[in-house]
């Protein structure tokens, strides 16, 4: 059985607040991110979905034989773009496109791992890592390409928390993690090459260390990254929690950045701030409505060029891997940027398995 007690491609963290388990559970990466397990296709079909599949109907958990399992997530949509003083702009996109391999020779021990990415843009591997775990799940070890620990794993890659730190589901990085997941704590320390934006470099090394403690109704993590480059040393602290109040999911989560590479004087630092408070609310099964308020001040040294972002979404998901989206985004910055003075309308399908 492939399940590797972990972390969905492009997660959605509310859900395990919401049910009060852990991400781990749904998903096969033990921090965020990528196939699911047997448990979350079975969640998919049985929490997430509005209606079940008959009676009757063979329902799908990813395994093929005792050894192998694959999964898929494609996503495809259109948006509408209004930016201050410019056209709209209408697009239709295959956004997301991907693929997960796993195989298991030794049951809930040693597994493989493959995440590649297929459209849009050229094919790319995103995740390939060998992992060994006690038989029990509690602790682990694993090494290739990872995505990184580093606060909530959101299914908005462009969130200002996401897109500020740098460590999303767009840039992995080749190297080692290992973490506890026992009881209430879970911790992961992860040393590896280091990158810069979605390229990886060899001439540093990047630290990370993330610790979360979890309980059924709340949760609340920190996180800490430590890229040291040629160019400039990076740093980035966060802290994360998420916490239930009836059928609401609350997320939040706070950022502190200091980059060397991106100061505009020699030896000074970019110090940057960026902030999360989401909620998602769930008024019965198949259906969650989701508002967020994001800040950032990309420069906390008084460049007066601090933004918000507001969010609507609704997510109704009317039968087992098939959701259909739809939101708004209201951009706010600086008067002299235009882009950043801008309304996003989109849609959006997503199957997956």
Avoid at 37 to 54: C, E, I, K, S
Avoid at 174 to 203: C, H, M
Avoid at 302 to 330: C, K, M, N, W
């Amino acid at each position: 059985m492939f399940v590797l007690a972990c972390a969905g491609a492009r997660a959605e963290p509310y859900l395990a607040v919401q049910s009060g388990l852990r991400c781990a559970q749904c998903h096969v990466n033990q921090t965020g991110g990528g196939m699911r397990t047997p448990f979350g296709n079975a969640f998919a079909q049985t929490q997430l979905a509005a209606n079940r599949w008959p009676d009757g109907a063979a329902g799908w958990n990813g395994q093929l034989g005792s050894l192998f399992a694959v999964g898929g997530d494609l996503r495809a949509g259109a948006a509408r773009t209004d930016v201050a003083g410019s056209r709209r702009t209408d697009s239709f996109d295959l956004r997301e496109a991907r693929v997960y391999l796993g195989f298991t020779p030794t049951a809930d021990r040693l597994s493989f791992y493959l995440d590649h990415y297929l459209r849009p843009g050229s094919a790319q591997n995103r995740e390939a890592f060998v992992r060994y775990s006690a038989a029990d799940g509690s602790h682990y070890v694993k090494a290739g390409r990872l995505y990184l620990p580093f606060g909530w794993r959101l299914q908005d890659n462009s969130a200002f928390v996401r897109s500020q730190s740098a460590i999303d589901m767009t840039g992995p990085d080749r190297g080692i993690e290992a973490g506890w997941d026992g009881g209430p704590l879970s911790l992961q320390f992860a040393l590896s090459n280091g990158t810069f934006g979605e390229s990886e470099v060899d001439d540093g090394k990047q630290v990370s260390l993330q610790a979360a403690y979890i309980d059924p109704d709340w949760r609340v993590g920190v996180a800490a990254n430590h890229n040291n480059q040629a160019i400039g040393d990076r740093a980035a602290w966060a802290l994360f929690g998420g916490l239930r109040t009836g059928p609401v999911a609350w997320l939040a989560e706070v950022d502190w950045i200091e980059d060397r590479s991106a100061s505009p004087t020699p030896g000074g630092k970019l110090r940057s701030l960026a902030w999360l408070l989401e909620g998602n609310w769930r008024p019965v099964q198949g259906h969650n409505l989701k508002a967020s308020v994001e800040g950032l001040d990309p420069d906390r040294d008084g460049g007066g060029d601090r933004q918000t972002r507001l969010s609507a979404v609704y997510e109704y998901t009317p039968i087992p891997f098939l959701q259909l989206r739809a939101g708004a985004r209201h951009f706010d910055g600086p008067s002299r940027l235009a882009l950043q003075n801008r309304r996003l309308y989109f849609v959006e399908l997503h199957g997956f398995f």
